[in-house]
């Protein structure tokens, strides 16, 4: 599932919108914050921010600037009644911005954007039900459970597929997520220590086999090496 928020002071906006996104998107799950600073406390946990330029707590475009440098991945979309801010909103990484009265047609255009940037760093993975989207920048690793997958998170939360993980190796990125063990693949980018035999992320360690050690050293270095680019 997707998440999104909405951050507005006016709190007949925020059902509202919140109502026509639901009724739009079924894999879309949206929240609503009154107050940006309570957002901002959670917004690593959203992909998708629309933020109301004009706030209480002053302006949403300095608000949503701070919350960028630390949220790279958030798609943010501005929202306010006037236009004049049209240039202003330049100054902060965003994917769209909307005027009030929203109409749905322009809801539609601004999420199917955050969507299709989104869709480059999800794991779609189709599941009784409909589809489950997992963000990859949010995975620490995945572990094979049986014949299912357990979706480990940087955050510490988890959740479970019903596929092998095989199967879900074969949709990941090998630049990205390397196999370290039977029943393990980790997102490279979120080791914090590794040795021959085991690696860290976090305060978790994984096992490293000795089938796995080479190709887990080489994609560890590769990794090194983009990074300095």
């Given amino acids: 599932m997707i998440r999104a928020a909405v951050i507005d002071d006016d709190p007949g906006f925020c059902r509202e919108l919140r109502e026509r996104i639901t009724e739009l998107y079924d894999n879309i799950e949206i929240d609503c914050f009154l107050d940006i600073d309570d957002f901002s406390d959670h917004a690593s946990e959203y992909n998708i921010a629309v933020i109301d330029i004009l706030l209480k707590e002053g302006s949403g475009i300095e608000h949503a600037k701070r919350i960028a ?93 019903g596929m092998p993980l095989k199967a879900v190796e074969e949709m990941l990125d090998s630049k990205h997520f390397i196999r370290t063990h039977q029943s393990y693949i980790v997102n490279i980018r979120k080791i914090t220590y590794i040795r021959t035999s085991e690696l860290m992320i976090g305060d978790t360690r994984i096992p490293i086999s000795r089938r796995h050690r080479s190709s887990v050293s080489e994609a560890v270095d590769m990794q090194l090496m983009r990074s300095l680019v």
């Fill in 69 to 161: 440098e630390s949220c790279p991945a958030l798609e943010i979309i501005f929202v306010s009644i006037e236009r004049d801010f049209f240039q202003e909103v330049y100054s902060v990484r965003h994917s769209y911005f909307l005027t009030k009265p929203v109409t749905d047609d322009m809801l539609r255009s601004a999420l199917d954007v955050c969507l299709k940037n989104l869709g480059s760093r999800m794991l779609a993975i189709k599941r009784r039900g409909g589809t489950l989207y997992i963000d990859l920048n949010r995975v620490a690793y995945f572990e094979g459970i049986l014949k299912k997958t357990a979706v480990h998170y940087i955050n510490g939360a988890e959740e479970h597929v």
